[in-house]
Structure formats: structure tokens, C-alpha cells
């Protein structure tokens, strides 16, 4: 339920334009600058990439607060609420503190003539609240892109990593794997460890930039995979078997680009024990992220690009061969849907079209002019996402998918 004190955080955040990204780091280095800089006065593990950077920093949080640290956690987008971006050893901020925080800086930046968007704004917040709250580590997740990215003002991050690289916000990162790897190659820093999955479609790029910046580059290359018995997920490292609470088979090079970040870690003196990564796989929970409800038969995942659609059909494949499958899909009009849907749906399916309150909400019906014909697609559009809970059958297993605003909306 959303306050009256958290309805004035989103009146202060919709204020003057904040929604519009802004690029580059003038801003959000002034405004920490007249904070204290605490960007440089945490211990902080930056995680750029397309697809799998919230798993991957979620992952790595939930294992250094099993080790007993206390251990910052900022992602984004949020399903619901701004505050679930803001989370320490996994409690999200209060209402009270993060206007406190939100409405001060505002401040601040108002006064000395700082225009900040509202992205830049929830991350000096999040500098500052979690410098203020005296965290041990701080794992901090690239909103878009690296290079110009307010979260990449921290001059000395102990670890950087990149997830994987898919084509996904072309108008702002470039066209191609390697225009996009290089401007997620921006969060490389000198003489900080790197770590990318040694197979990365922007390897080459990342291994020129660390190169050129003296900065020691580890490929994550421990075989990880998945396995699924008696309706338990677990993840197969090391000649062990591991309760695993993150379904999907792409969680494979997730988990071995994180346990090259706990490796590296260890390797620096940072004490992580055996038993706080297994209690951390065990507990680890990321919402909208092949979210599976066994009682509602119910998959939620917010698959946005190409390459994650590919990867949930894969998903669905492995974990649900023989089930019916019926879809609520609702998008912005940023991704490129056209090819999307064509990946997601399969001849026999039936599909639920939808809009949502989002100024980008794509028509369902410009999303039904996408999908490739077939007679045997069962195509229906709804109007917003109001009520399309109650068109959904537990003889089949639902996927709702698509754009995590429309999940917070409808879920959440």
C-alpha cells in the first residue's frame, strides 16, 4: 500500500522532467561532490550488462550477507515501489527515509543550480544512504549502458563485471555487439579486477579496454549447470548439487560470473565460507525473473530483448516440456517487440495482449499486427491490465512477460 509520505516521494521524482534520461556524469559527480563524494568512501562491486546483471548482483549480495557482512544492494527498475531499489542485507528502504534522503539532495541540487534527472537522483541517494548507514559492501547495478551512467562515478570500485551482451536500447548504446560492449566497458577501471563469463559476445572489446587501462581481466569459466528433480531447482558446481532458488537455465553463466566475483573476493582477503554461498543459493529471490507459482500455475518473467525471449522459451522447454502454455504479454514501444513476440509464441498457444498506465505502453493491437499469421494462434487483446488475472486457467501454465512496469502493475 502505497503512503501519503511515498506519494510525495513519486510527486517530487515526476517533478520537472526527472523521468528523462540524461547521459553523462557532470551532474551526478557535482551533486556527490557537495555531499562528501561517499561514492569513494564505500566498498563497491559494479555490475554492468544487458541481460542478467539483477541476478547476478542480487546473487552476490545475498552471499556476502550470509557471510555476515552488511552488504548494500541498488538495482533497477522497481515492480512497485522506489524503495525496493534501495535495499540493505534485503530490507528495502523506509517510506520516511528515502524521502528524507530523495527530498534533501533535491534540494541541494536546486540550490547550487543542478539540474538532476530522476535516475541521477535515486542514485545520489543511494551513495549517500548507504555511505550513512555504514555498509560493508555496496553491490551497485548499472541502470543503462556503463560509460555515461550515474552509477559509474565511483573512481575505485574493488571488482567490476559485466554480464552478458545482447542488442537492446539501440537509440542510445549503438547498433552492434561491439558499439554496446564498449559502452559497457566504461565501468572498467585501472588496476581493478574485471570479471566477465568467458564466453561474452563483447570479450574481445572488454579485453582491450582492460588492457589499455592495466586493469586484470578473469574470465568466469566454472561449469555450472541445472537440474530439476521432484519439482526443486538445483544448480550442479564443483561435483555438488546445490538447492538453487533462481529458476532458468540462464542462471547457469550467472552463478559461475558470480562465483568468480567470490573467488576474486576470497582471493583479496575477503572471508566467504562454502557454507554462506550454499545458504545464499538456497534463500536468494529475485521477483519477475522466472518467477514460477506452483499453487497459480504461473510463470512471471520480464523478458525485454531478443535474447531473453529465446532464453525463457528455452526456460519453458526444460522446465514444462509437456504443459499448455498461455501468455499475457503488454510492452513498451522502446524494445523491439516485432521481434520478440515472434520468438516468445508458438502455434498452438494462446495469447492475451494488454496495455498498461505507461506513456510507452505499446497499443495491443499494433502488437497483434507484429505476430507472424497462423491458424493456429489464438490471438485476444484486453484493455489494461485490470481484471486479466481472471481469464487464466491452472490447466495451462501462464506466462505473464513483457515490461516489468506492466508486471508491478498487474502483481504487484
Known amino acids: 500500500m502505497k503512503t501519503v509520505i511515498y506519494n510525495k516521494i513519486e510527486k517530487l521524482l515526476y517533478s520537472s522532467e526527472k523521468f528523462k534520461i540524461q547521459l553523462g556524469l557532470e551532474r551526478i559527480f557535482n551533486i556527490l561532490k557537495i555531499l562528501g563524494n561517499p561514492q569513494e568512501k564505500i566498498k563497491v562491486i559494479h555490475i554492468a550488462g544487458t541481460n542478467g546483471k539483477g541476478s547476478v548482483s542480487t546473487m552476490t549480495a545475498q552471499i556476502l550477507n550470509c557471510a555476515g557482512y552488511k552488504t548494500a544492494l541498488y538495482t533497477s527498475p522497481h515492480l512497485s515501489k522506489y524503495n525496493e531499489r534501495f535495499k540493505i542485507n534485503g530490507q528495502d528502504i523506509s517510506d520516511e527515509k528515502l524521502y528524507e534522503y ?4 533535491d534540494n541541494t541540487a536546486k540550490k547550487n543550480n543542478i539540474d538532476l534527472s530522476e535516475f541521477e537522483l535515486l542514485t545520489a541517494t543511494a551513495y549517500k544512504y548507504f555511505y550513512d548507514s555504514k555498509v560493508d559492501f555496496a553491490v551497485m547495478e548499472t541502470g543503462l549502458g556503463g560509460r555515461y551512467d550515474a552509477v559509474n562515478v565511483v573512481k575505485q570500485p574493488i571488482i567490476t563485471a559485466i554480464t552478458s551482451i545482447s542488442i537492446d536500447h539501440k537509440d542510445r548504446l549503438g547498433d552492434t555487439i561491439e558499439k554496446i560492449s564498449f559502452e559497457k566497458a566504461g565501468i572498467i577501471k585501472s ?13 574481445k572489446v572488454f579485453e582491450e579496454i582492460a588492457k589499455q587501462k592495466n586493469a586484470p581481466l578473469f574470465c568466469a569459466n566454472k561449469e555450472v549447470n541445472i537440474t530439476f528433480e521432484n519439482g526443486i531447482n538445483y544448480a550442479l558446481f564443483d561435483n555438488e548439487k546445490y538447492e538453487f532458488n533462481l529458476w532458468g537455465l540462464h542462471q547457469k553463466q550467472n552463478l559461475s560470473l558470480v562465483l568468480q566475483i567470490i573467488d576474486t573476493l576470497v582471493d583479496n582477503g575477503i572471508k566467504i565460507c562454502q557454507k554462506d554461498i550454499i545458504k545464499a543459493l538456497k534463500t536468494v529471490y529475485i521477483p519477475a525473473r522466472f518467477e514460477y507459482n506452483r499453487e497459480k500455475s504461473r510463470i512471471i518473467d520480464g523478458c525485454h530483448n531478443a535474447d531473453a525471449a529465446v532464453m525463457l ?23 523491439e517487440y516485432d521481434k520478440i513476440v515472434n520468438i516468445l509464441f508458438n502455434d498452438g498457444d494462446t495469447i492475451y495482449l494488454t496495455d498498461f498506465s505507461n506513456s510507452l505502453s505499446v497499443n495491443p493491437y499494433e502488437i497483434r499486427n507484429k505476430i507472424k ?10 484493455s489494461k491490465t485490470e481484471n486479466t488475472l481472471n481469464y487464466f486457467s491452472k490447466n495451462s501454465i501462464t506466462i505473464i512477460t513483457g515490461s516489468f512496469y506492466m508486471i508491478g502493475e498487474l502483481l504487484f
Not at 530523495?102 to 539532495?105: A, C, P
Open 102 to 105: 530523495i527530498f534533501e539532495i
Open 191 to 203: 588496476n581493478v579486477p574485471i570479471i566477465v563469463n568467458a564466453n561474452n559476445r563483447g570479450l
Open 313 to 335: 522459451r528455452k526456460n519453458l522447454d526444460f522446465y514444462f516440456p509437456n504443459k499448455d502454455r498461455c501468455w499475457l504479454y503488454g510492452t513498451l514501444s522502446t524494445k
Open 373 to 382: 499469421k497462423s491458424s493456429k494462434k489464438d490471438i485476444q487483446i484486453l
